[in-house]
């Protein structure tokens, strides 16, 4: 009855402009947030523990990890319906899609593999073993070069798109959750919850540059669980989840440094920036709320309500 009704509300709210899609992983919904108005302006119905999420090229279809359903669901997104249900492998929590628009790369938890699915003929096209516990996604801008992080093995695995073979495993601090390749595919950034520190690779060499650790003044240095993150444009700041810290780490991408800490809600997980990046919002787990940043002040400025353990953030446009 509860997705009957939500499903109502979904076909009956009204066209708005662009949005932020947040999944709710024990309300197995998405709240969608009008960039606007800063308010939930529909609640959709998914599979069972959706995580992962991201849109098409062209935004007319999100592709859903539905965890605990075993598949990655594909959601019109302006009516809001589940067209299809992807094979995903088991336990799909996070994924890229390639350049080509076409090939969706997930993690597989349980199965400690990586599965390609052709998302046009709808089919398993590959699996490659990694590491234990594989969550972290992340493609080279060139598409040549996809990342899977395994959160028990410690380790970033470089997987050549082209022959379907890891070509080099970089060592990281204790449980990898995130991963992200520069704009100008020069560096891959690597955040290690448990190890509390962010690491930042050189795409050529694949050598480490550097190491980045974060201290905030009345926080238990345990607490500081670094999780997903986003680069301004310009490659010139990040900004950095930080968990259960309940704060929002801001670098300087050139230095390393970091230059400031944001207050937000409990466990903050994920993020994304509204699509001219003067905004950027935080999915806050614990708390079940959205903290929305103003990017140029570094400030909060409002939090939004939205399911229960909200997990995952995408932008529409």
């Known amino acids: 009855m509860k997705h009957l009704i939500l499903a109502a509300s979904v076909l009956a709210g009204p066209a708005f ?20 108005t800063l308010e939930v302006t529909r609640t959709i119905p998914t599979g069972e523990r959706p995580r992962g999420i991201t849109f098409s090229k062209d935004y007319s279809k999100v592709y859903i990890c539905a965890s605990d359903s075993n598949a990655v669901q594909v959601m019109d ?10 094979p995903s492998g088991a336990d799909p929590e996070q994924f890229v899609l390639h350049p080509d628009d076409r090939h969706l790369w997930i993690a597989n938890e ?18 490659i073993d990694v590491g234990i516990e594989p ?14 992080t395994s959160e028990t093995t410690n380790m970033a695995h470089w997987i050549d798109t082209s022959t379907l ?7 990281v601090d204790a449980r990898p959750r995130h991963a992200e390749f520069t704009e100008d595919n020069k560096r891959l950034w690597v955040s290690s919850e448990i190890g509390g520190t962010v690491a930042v690779f050189d795409t050529a060499t694949k050598a480490e540059l550097a ?7 009345g926080v238990n240095d345990d607490l500081i669980q670094p999780v997903g993150f986003e680069f301004t444009p310009d490659m010139k700041t990040a900004f950095v989840a930080l968990g259960p810290a309940n704060h929002v780490a ?4 050139d230095t390393y440094e970091v230059e400031d800490y944001i207050l937000v809600g409990r466990r903050v997980w994920h ?17 079940g709320d959205v903290t929305v940043i103003d990017v140029a002040s570094r400030e909060p400025i409002k939090s939004i309500k939205v399911g229960r353990f909200p997990w995952g953030a995408a932008m529409r446009p």
């Open 271 to 287: 993020m994304a920036f509204s699509p001219d990046h003067s905004k950027l919002f935080t999915t806050n787990g614990v708390s």
């Open 211 to 217: 190491k980045i650790h974060f201290a905030i003044t």
């Open 77 to 86: 997104p302006v009516s809001g319906e589940i067209l299809y249900d992807l």
């Open 17 to 36: 402009g662009a949005e932020i899609w947040v999944t709710n992983e024990k309300d197995d919904t998405i709240s969608v947030i009008d960039v606007d």
């Open 110 to 127: 349980d199965d400690a593999v990586t599965t390609v699915v052709d998302t046009v003929e709808r089919k398993v096209v590959a699996q």
């Open 165 to 171: 073979q890891i070509v080099a495993n970089s060592l």
């Open 250 to 253: 801001v670098i300087n991408m």
């Open 135 to 148: 969550e972290g996604m992340a493609v080279s801008p060139d598409g040549k070069i996809v990342i899977t």
